[in-house]
């Protein structure tokens, strides 16, 4: 874990500007309410959208940021520059957010916010392999730093069995056709390793067509999507192990929280939305009487902001398309 404050403008290693909007800045923030000032801690602070939005707009706030990504860090570092001592960043995960911030010594914390998404960054950029629209290396790691874990996407995709990637592509991915993308895979690998993503992407194709048909309340008449996106989606989410944990980091997060300490957590799929969920929930039914089944009152930690999850409103969809599966949901604690 490495400290470090803040340093300006968001561009790549060649001098290209980045494309990274966050999202529901105005629900996050209205819902953190950073006029109260004091610490806000950003745990997946990323390119340092939310941040910046925050700090430009409360001057008696601070901001704490965390990433296990060391690259967006140092974009962050330049994006927040201008904001001095306001802002400390942290190399870190948000599953150890207690060790972080009790090593920052920023006592306990006025908000926090979980942007549970992958960066712009990490999209964008065919070297970290996260995208089947650009040719990359297999890699989806978020932290490719020496001290991070070596497990890849390449490594699961071609040492894994059969049935432990049918396994990935059904519980992580939601793949209704996780037995026939896991055999095809297999099959594939006997011939040669599979190294690339648009191998994969093109492999998903031919075994079960290249687009689908997306239905649901928000996508009337439906929305084609690339039929690779659920396979690409379980791979990132078991390299980076975005599940295990989740719940047990809301706990803490929630128990490091000032009285009238506000938690916002943004969520992009349907498995971290109901562990989020879930949790919360709990948090905010308290310890249960075996006997009666009645919450004790005096053990709640938290009251739920969010009845429902907010969903972005049509104008930010269109401007900013990434945000269109956002899902956020926040709490106060007691």
């Given at each position: 874990m490495r400290l470090a404050t803040g340093m300006s403008s968001?561009?790549?290693?060649?001098g290209q500007k980045l494309r990274h909007q966050p999202v529901l800045v105005g629900e996050t923030l209205g819902f953190l309410a950073p006029e109260r000032g004091g610490w806000f801690v950003d745990?997946?602070?990323?390119?340092?959208?939310h941040s910046a939005e925050l700090l430009g707009r409360f001057p008696d706030a601070r901001v704490l940021g965390i990433d296990r990504d060391e690259e967006a860090l140092e974009h962050a570092r330049r994006r927040l520059h201008e904001f001095g001592s306001r802002v400390l960043l942290v190399h870190g995960n948000f599953h150890s957010i207690d060790e972080?911030?009790?090593a920052a010594g920023i006592g306990k914390p006025a908000g926090i916010l979980a942007d549970l998404g992958v960066s712009s960054l990490q999209l964008d950029q065919p070297g970290r392999g996260f995208s089947f629209r650009h040719s990359g290396p297999?890699?989806?790691?978020?932290?490719?730093?020496?001290?991070?874990?070596?497990?890849?996407?390449?490594?699961?995709?071609?040492?894994?069995?059969?049935?432990?990637?049918?396994?990935?592509?059904?519980?992580?991915?939601?793949?209704?056709q996780a037995r026939r993308i896991a055999r095809a895979i297999v099959e594939r690998r006997r011939r040669s390793p599979i190294e690339t993503t648009d191998e994969l992407r093109d492999l998903v194709h031919e075994t079960v067509g290249a687009s689908r048909v997306r239905r649901g309340?928000?996508?009337?008449?439906?929305?084609?999507?690339?039929?690779a996106t659920r396979t690409f989606q379980a791979l990132r989410i078991a390299v980076n192990e975005?599940?295990?944990?989740?719940?047990?980091?809301?706990?803490?997060?929630?128990?490091?929280l000032e009285q009238d300490g506000r938690l916002v957590?943004?969520?992009?799929?349907?498995?971290?939305?109901?562990i989020v969920k879930?949790?919360?929930?709990?948090?905010?039914?308290?310890?249960?009487?075996?006997?009666?089944?009645?919450?004790?009152?005096?053990?709640?930690?938290?009251?739920?902001?969010?009845?429902?999850?907010?969903?972005?409103?049509?104008?930010?969809?269109?401007?900013?398309?990434?945000?269109?599966?956002?899902?956020?949901?926040?709490?106060?604690?007691?």
């Amino acid at each position: 874990m490495r400290l470090a404050t803040g340093m300006s403008s968001d561009v790549d290693g060649d001098g290209q500007k980045l494309r990274h909007q966050p999202v529901l800045v105005g629900e996050t923030l209205g819902f953190l309410a950073p006029e109260r000032g004091g610490w806000f801690v950003d745990c997946t602070v990323g390119l340092g959208g939310h941040s910046a939005e925050l700090l430009g707009r409360f001057p008696d706030a601070r901001v704490l940021g965390i990433d296990r990504d060391e690259e967006a860090l140092e974009h962050a570092r330049r994006r927040l520059h201008e904001f001095g001592s306001r802002v400390l960043l942290v190399h870190g995960n948000f599953h150890s957010i207690d060790e972080v911030v009790a090593a920052a010594g920023i006592g306990k914390p006025a908000g926090i916010l979980a942007d549970l998404g992958v960066s712009s960054l990490q999209l964008d950029q065919p070297g970290r392999g996260f995208s089947f629209r650009h040719s990359g290396p297999l890699d989806m790691r978020m932290d490719q730093s020496t001290r991070s874990a070596t497990t890849t996407a390449r490594d699961i995709v071609n040492l894994e069995s059969q049935s432990v990637l049918e396994t990935v592509l059904r519980d992580y991915g939601e793949e209704r056709q996780a037995r026939r993308i896991a055999r095809a895979i297999v099959e594939r690998r006997r011939r040669s390793p599979i190294e690339t993503t648009d191998e994969l992407r093109d492999l998903v194709h031919e075994t079960v067509g290249a687009s689908r048909v997306r239905r649901g309340r928000r996508v009337p008449g439906g929305r084609s999507i690339d039929a690779a996106t659920r396979t690409f989606q379980a791979l990132r989410i078991a390299v980076n192990e975005e599940l295990s944990g989740l719940g047990a980091s809301l706990e803490r997060a929630v128990n490091l929280l000032e009285q009238d300490g506000r938690l916002v957590v943004i969520s992009y799929h349907s498995l971290e939305d109901r562990i989020v969920k879930h949790r919360l929930r709990a948090n905010a039914r308290g310890e249960v009487d075996p006997i009666t089944g009645r919450p004790f009152a005096e053990t709640r930690l938290i009251e739920l902001m969010t009845k429902k999850p907010i969903r972005p409103q049509p104008s930010e969809v269109q401007y900013n398309p990434r945000s269109r599966s956002a899902r956020l949901r926040a709490a106060r604690r007691l």
